[in-house]
């Protein structure tokens, strides 16, 4: 049995944020960019131009139904053909209910839901999650969203992860077939507690529940340790790719299109130099969108099937890292879902 993909869709807010309107909002010390405007400064550092970013009050779940509901339009099937959707985001509407509820609400659906508390790494936790379910206990189709809305967490007058960051959701709808040649293939990936300090927010949490003290001291906000996150990155992305080839059993030659995770397009080109693949078959969405966390892939993955790049038996490997730290990729072979 196999799991494929049968419908794809993604949902960016509607309000674009330029780099020259985020330095129009606040006054960045320009000595701390060496006198560069702050797009010159972005473009030059991690090659972030614009990204979307949801209206103050618009949740998460509101991303993740838009997303939803075209990849069900997409795949063609009722609602109520879907046995259980998955969600992945560490940006949920509340601390309960869980904004899968909500999303599985607003489907009109009543799948089982399930949420993920994961980041960048979260579509490839949800694929490998639907995955397991579907092959060992009978569900046949399912939804898989990432969805966050990051610009919440960015401290205000800190002009570097507002530059980097952007809100976004993207779905894709899953069916469990007999053929096994088309679809997932195969996974890889890992994680690292010990290196949780990279991406941190340390309030909000049970350590340090909310409070007037750890508001003042601005504890919702993130925290980054980015030259640290760079390299690891490259090299984890690295890794992770290398071992789901070896597992699939097919060399990078044979890889159609890569579609990464969007952490910058530095990341992304060094990622692409180190494995020497080239960068034309490098699918980049990062300096129009951001970062936008775990929808980056299923958004990018959607845009290419809408542009119509995907052809049958077309090999695409998906790696991503994230905050955890986390690493994992998939391999998987496309199918026209429509023939």
């Given amino acids: 049995m196999g799991v494929r993909i049968i419908g794809t869709g993604g949902y960016l807010p509607a309000h674009v944020l330029t780099n020259d309107a985020i330095e129009s909002e606040t006054t960045y010390d320009r000595d701390q960019r060496g006198g560069q405007s702050l797009d010159q400064w972005a473009q030059c550092h991690h090659g972030g131009i614009t990204r979307h970013v949801a209206e103050r009050g618009q949740p998460t779940s509101e991303l993740a139904t838009e997303a939803a509901k075209r990849a069900v339009v997409s795949a063609g099937v009722a609602i109520d053909t879907i046995d259980i959707i998955v969600l992945a985001t560490f940006t949920g509407d509340h601390r309960l ?96 507690g010990e290196l949780g300090r990279y991406v941190y927010i340390p309030g909000g949490g049970s350590r340090f529940p909310t409070s007037r003290e750890t508001v003042e001291q601005g504890l919702q906000y993130w925290q980054f340790d980015f ?28 890889v159609n299109l890569i579609i990464p995770h969007q952490a910058s397009r530095k990341i992304i080109e060094q990622f692409a130099a180190t494995i020497g693949y080239p960068m034309e078959r490098v699918v980049m969405t990062y300096p129009r969108f951001g970062n936008i966390s775990g929808a980056s892939i299923p958004v990018a993955l959607d845009l290419v099937h809408r542009e119509r790049r995907l052809k049958n038996g077309d090999w695409l490997l998906m790696p991503a890292v994230g905050a955890g730290m986390a690493w994992g990729a998939v391999a998987y072979r496309w199918v026209d879902p429509h023939i």
């Fill in 97 to 192: 209910p869980q904004a899968a509820g909500r999303l599985q609400a607003n489907l009109g659906s009543k799948a089982k839901f399930i949420q993920i508390d994961a980041a960048c790494t979260g579509f490839i936790d949800g694929l490998q999650v639907s995955q397991g379910l579907m092959k060992t206990q009978g569900y046949r189709r399912a939804i898989v969203v990432s969805a966050d809305v990051t610009s919440m967490l960015n401290r205000p007058g800190e002009f570097l992860p507002r530059t980097v960051f952007g809100d976004g959701a993207g779905a894709v709808v899953l069916d469990l077939g007999e053929d096994d040649e088309y679809g997932i293939h195969s996974f890889s990936g890992g994680s690292d």
């Fill in 227 to 254: 030259p640290a996150i760079a390299k690891w990155g490259v090299d984890r992305m690295v890794l992770a790719t290398r071992q789901v080839l070896e597992r699939v059993g097919i060399t990078l030659d044979e």
